[in-house]
């Protein structure tokens, strides 16, 4: 079946600098991936769409600055944060489909903490 | 516009009996439905998808859905709960066509006593 990759699984930062998440899709090709945020016990809020070969789409209230998406081909999305801060702890999960039809797999998740 | 409400956030049901978790959804067009199950600290697993096919859709470990469009809902059912079903449960929508942006509701924290 469709695997989504995402790495790290756990990620400790100081404040200030800049964290990368890498999500790949492993028997499958994804031109769109999603990158979502969760905070502890609520559900996942999409953040952006990652488009291969083009700019992502963010929702509303996504910092672009902060939250750099590069789908540069593929089987790879990136997601970095940059000059994290503690409220940018959280967990982010990334998902993708092989196409129409077919359900959406999820990354295993990164926790990041911000110190 | 397209949503999704999870009727419980929390559900408490006995090992060996059955699960019902709630779900109704909103959407101007044919929806796609998706039932997930998120495990602490882990990655979301598909549990079964409703993509305009049979209505009653059969899902991994048991579980089960039943698109009803007359009522708007995909409730998910299991008849006999175990230990290991204890987890999240996330209701997903999205177009069938389109922008293929996922609605996830709010979740269903599922609790199985022994």
């Known amino acids: 079946g469709a695997v989504v990759s995402q790495h790290p699984s756990r990620v400790i930062c100081k404040s200030g600098t800049s964290v990368k998440i890498e999500c790949r899709s492993l028997?499958?090709?994804?031109?769109?991936m999603f990158w979502y945020r969760q905070f502890p016990k609520q559900s996942l809020m999409l953040m952006a769409t990652?488009?291969?070969?083009?700019?992502?789409?963010?929702e509303q209230g996504v910092e672009k600055d902060k939250f750099l998406i590069n789908h540069a081909s593929l089987t790879l999305s990136t997601l970095t944060v940059t000059s994290a801060h503690p409220e940018d702890s959280s967990f982010y999960i990334c998902?993708?489909?092989?196409?129409?039809?077919?359900?959406?797999?999820f990354g295993s998740g990164t926790r990041l903490t911000v110190v | 516009a397209q949503s999704v409400t999870q009727l419980d956030s929390h559900v408490s049901v006995s090992e060996g009996t059955p699960v019902l978790l709630r779900c109704n959804y909103s959407?101007?067009?044919?929806?796609?439905l998706f039932w997930y199950v998120q495990h602490p600290n882990k990655g979301l697993q598909l549990l079964l998808k409703y993509t305009s096919a049979a209505t009653l859709v059969k899902g991994i470990n048991g579980f089960e859905a039943e698109f009803k469009k007359s009522e708007t809902s995909f409730h998910l059912t299991k008849p006999s709960a175990h230990m290991s079903d204890a987890a999240e449960y996330f209701c997903?929508?999205?177009?069938?066509?389109?922008?293929?942006?996922?609605?996830f509701g709010t979740g269903t924290r599922l609790t199985i006593i022994p």
């Open positions: 028997d499958f090709q994804a031109t769109t």
């Open positions: 959407s101007s067009y044919s929806p796609s």
């Open positions: 997903v929508v999205s177009f069938n066509f389109g922008n293929e942006k996922l609605t």
């Open positions: 990652s488009n291969e070969g083009s700019k992502a789409t963010y």
């Open positions: 998902s993708a489909r092989p196409g129409q039809g077919y359900g959406y797999t």
